[in-house]
């Protein structure tokens, strides 16, 4: 039998409990107003109130992803939370600080005012004004939309082969996709699982490099122009049906797991038009995550960063807000665009 430790998705999440403090001021012109309650934003918020800045939070569900996962087990010095534990931990710690957040809405609008103030329309009809905004609205994995996929989710349908890898020790596993991070995905769990088979409905577009390495592992199959079309299992995942679009056959394998790798898409939100991005729409920032929009910021998921983990999201956070303090502080200008790349922070 399976350890079913496995995390949910973004259609099965935990409910968040939390409700926040105290709600940000609409009369008060802060000096950072995060934009995500996952652990880039809410990390950000404690580095900030810490450096004695007046911070609010805005996040719709205050956890982010972590309230998709049913439990965390790479966080380091936390041992085994579930991803809704972790996310009550992180909210405790904003909620010691007094930190207003406003969650169960979202940020919809937004607008430069004078004196380098930027002004937020929140869906609860009002707006709150800030001297910075961090960006840390994070993303969402891409799904097949295909049957089983849902039902399967916590099952055996896994979004996230950093992190639920090591739940299928010598298991059969399925990658779907055929991009770096698929390529990524397979590569390591060929050294976790009996047999991996990469599906892609086209042709590779992973690195050279990393298609030389799984074309040398014996326990990886590589398979193009082939369409998964059907997950299927009772209590978890058992097979994958599959068409072969060059044969024109059906055909089924039997399997443990399925991990879609298929991408995530940035939440831009309102700032999607304004921001510069890079060819998968995530947010370009220079070392001290200054967006070319000049007093945005961002950090996490929706930023570039090469692995979307909890613990990478959450540091970013604290970079971004600690530059973000340093430029408060020296009043250094915020009239940099995309050039900004080889400044210090
Ligand atoms: C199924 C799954 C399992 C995972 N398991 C693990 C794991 O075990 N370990 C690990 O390290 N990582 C795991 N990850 C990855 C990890 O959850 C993310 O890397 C991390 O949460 C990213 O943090 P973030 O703060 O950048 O963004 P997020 O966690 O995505 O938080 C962003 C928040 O901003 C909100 N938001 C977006 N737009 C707006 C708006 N306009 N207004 C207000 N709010 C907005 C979002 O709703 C969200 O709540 C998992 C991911 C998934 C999908």
């Not at 002004?119 to 799904?143: F, I, M």
Request: hydrophobic share 40%; net charge negative.
């Amino acid at each position: 039998m399976l350890d079913l430790h496995l995390n949910l998705t973004p259609e099965k999440p935990a409910p968040s409990m939390f409700t926040g403090p105290v709600a940000p001021d609409e009369n008060v012109v802060y000096d950072l107003l995060v934009i995500g309650a996952g652990p880039a934003g809410l990390n950000a918020a404690l580095y900030a109130k810490r450096k004695g800045r007046n911070v609010a939070v805005f996040g719709d569900r205050v956890g982010g992803q972590m309230l998709n996962t049913s439990m965390v087990e790479n966080y380091i010095g936390t041992s085994q939370n579930s991803g809704y534990e972790l996310s009550q931990k992180f909210g405790n710690d904003i909620e010691a600080l007094g930190i207003p957040i406003l969650s169960g809405y979202l940020i919809d609008g937004w607008q430069q005012e004078e004196d380098d103030v930027i002004k937020l329309y929140a869906t609860n009809r009002k707006q709150y004004r800030g001297k910075t905004v961090l960006l840390a609205t994070g993303s969402t994995p891409r799904k097949l939309g295909i049957p089983g996929e849902i039902e399967l989710a916590d099952r055996g349908v896994s979004y996230c082969a950093i992190c639920d890898g090591p739940l299928f020790k010598q298991k059969r596993l399925i990658v779907a996709g055929g991009g770096n991070a698929a390529a990524e995905a397979a590569l390591d769990l060929a050294r976790i699982g009996r047999e991996v088979t990469v599906v892609q409905r086209s042709e590779f577009r992973a690195d050279h490099i990393l298609m030389a390495e799984l074309e040398k592992l014996d326990n990886v199959t590589l398979l193009t122009q082939t369409q998964i079309e059907r997950i299927n299992g009772e209590e978890h995942v058992e097979n994958i049906e599959v068409y072969d679009k060059v044969r024109g056959e059906r055909y089924v394998i039997e399997a443990d797991a399925v991990f879609v790798e298929i991408g995530h898409d940035p939440n831009l939100g309102p700032f999607k038009m304004d921001l510069e991005v890079n060819d998968n729409g995530e947010i370009i920032v220079d070392q001290c995550n200054r967006t070319n929009i000049p007093g945005v910021f961002a950090a996490g998921d929706v930023t570039e960063t090469m692995y979307k983990q909890i613990v990478i999201a959450a540091a970013d956070g604290a970079q971004a807000a600690l530059s973000i303090n340093n430029e408060l502080t020296t009043g250094e200008s915020r009239m940099q665009t995309a050039a900004h790349k080889e400044r210090n922070c």
